[in-house]
């Protein structure tokens, strides 16, 4: 019989499925996947979960802190009888030693109904009212007693609320809690604190997806079962928990994480992932492990990472993940946008034994000063940010500089001869600024900027757009740039964008390095790229960021014209 050649006449979509069944099932015989089991409260999933955090305690050893008793933190929650016969109550560690759990989680958009103040501590330390608590809390408290756990660490019931002083000494000590808790817990379905995490899931699958496909199945003796096809591929990193600046660096920081998320209940760890049910391949948490893996295990007694470790290939993905995660997270207090990264960063800082500046290391500093916004245009948070920095901006961004490739010649064009950090609070450098400067020297050649024209491009996609730039001097003339661009597009007044970018005006071209493409490189073609930042003049003595931008045209070295000379940027 003589088959027709399949002619494919427009693109089409192919999909992966898996088969699985379930349990009961006479197909379970022969395929080993099983549907998630949606029941994530049920006593099947408690053992699981059991067999899962005891498997890894055991025989993990790139999971463990140390082989001793870790220190409790200040205060944590004693859960008192494990069968909840009694309520728990808040104690005063004062240094003892025990295994505890962390519960990693949304609190929503306004304060909690219960939390821990200077009022309410002396009652919590005899009772706290459970039937009083949001659900997500209430759900902590039963899942910990389930793992056989006495004390459990939740930051609204154990850091004073009311207390600026409280928070400051307990937000700086958040990477050893998550890092030697026993377990974190993390509600990462939940969109705030009164969702809950327990109920059974019903409709799990995704939209984009639809149900799993049922469909008979003759096994080998004859029997007729059913199994279920469902896509391949399904990313975790799409739940709700994981859209928030502060728990990024809860789950990266933690060693195991039982994660109750919006379809099944799933086990992350330094080892690898594993999850109660569904597909068993095809996943990827392409930032947590490997970030786990580079810092965390390496922090342990058994691996120090000395100071000639920090250039190592790990470590600056590691560090370039750490940013694209991050910055594409929202925060409701403008002040968390720096805030809510400090603890990842004190740990970073271990291995890196480099100066933080602002979002950046001093090993980086020039090629990451080449960052881009990737994601929406939004205002700037309404704190104190200097604009160099990647924090000044509400949006995603990627540093944009692997010079891995060795195929490529790199040359840096500018030199950091000075900075200066002046944080909020003193001893916290990762923390809020009162002001910063970032002192450059190298070429700078100035342009006449058509703000008009940029708009055109402004919000078409994609983000990078050829934008035209007219010479203020006979200097410099830059015919094509490819220009990712950091400001909103309708600059309001008395705001710093409208300081920043007026109309039209004068621009000054800052190089930063160049790059030589080697013939036949992709669709590349050969020869140089000078990157580099645009920036405006804001007083006598100071400038702004407010552009990155590669060019690629023959005159880049009209960039380059001319004597170096030292600007500081704001």
Known sequence: MRHSRLQVSKPCLFILWQRLTVVGDPVSQHIHGRLANRDVGSEQSFNTARKWLNDCVNNHEEC??????PILPTRV????????????????????????????????????PVMLTAETIKGFMTEIPVAKLPQTIIDAIFTARKLGLRYLWIDSLCILQDSPEDKD???????????????TISAANGKDCGSGFLAKRTQWWRETDGPPIRLPYRCPEGIIGSIYLTPHYRPLLLEPLHSRVWTLQEHVLSRRVLM?????????????????????????????????????VDMSVRRKIGPGSTSSDSTRTAWSNLVEQYSCRK?????????????????????????????FWRQWLIPDLLWKRVGEICERPAIQLPSWSWLSVNSEVTLGTDDSD???????LATVVGYNTEPTKRGNPFGQLSGAYLAIRGHCVSADLDWDQLRLFHDDPPVKAIRSFYPCTNLVTLDS??????????????????????????????????????????????????????????????????????????????????????????
């Not at 207090?333 to 100066?355: C, E, G, W």
């Open 77 to 112: 929650l004693d859960l008192a009888q494990p069968n909840g016969s009694k309520n728990p109550f808040l104690w005063i560690t004062e240094g003892q030693s025990a295994a505890y759990a962390c519960l990693s989680y949304c609190w929503g958009s306004g304060p909690q």
């Open 331 to 359: 925060q409701t207090v403008p002040a968390d946008r720096v805030n809510a990264l400090s603890a990842a960063l004190s740990i970073f800082q271990r291995h890196m034994q480099t100066k933080y500046i602002a979002g």
């Open 64 to 69: 463990r802190v140390s082989d001793t008793t």
């Open 481 to 570: 740039l490819d220009a990712s661009y950091d400001l909103p597009r309708a600059a309001l007044p008395g705001t710093v964008e409208a300081q920043a970018a007026p109309s039209n005006g004068i621009v000054w071209c800052r190089a930063i390095r160049a790059v030589a493409f080697p013939k036949g490189l992709g669709d590349i073609p050969s020869g140089r790229v000078i990157q580099g930042i645009l920036l405006k003049k804001t007083s006598a003595d100071d400038f702004r960021r407010i552009v990155c931008f590669d060019s690629y045209v023959g005159r880049e070295d009209r960039l380059l014209i001319g004597p170096k000379h030292e600007i500081r940027i704001v």
């Open 169 to 183: 000494v307990e937000v700086s000590r958040m990477s050893q809690i998550y890092n030697i808790a026993h377990v």
């Open 406 to 412: 060795k195929r490529l010649k790199w040359t840096q």
């Open 260 to 296: 109750y998320g919006m379809e099944q209940l799933v086990w992350i760890c330094c080892h690898g992932i594993r999850k109660d049910g569904g597909v068993s391949k095809g996943h990827s948490i392409s930032l947590l492990n490997p970030l786990r893996q580079q810092l965390l």
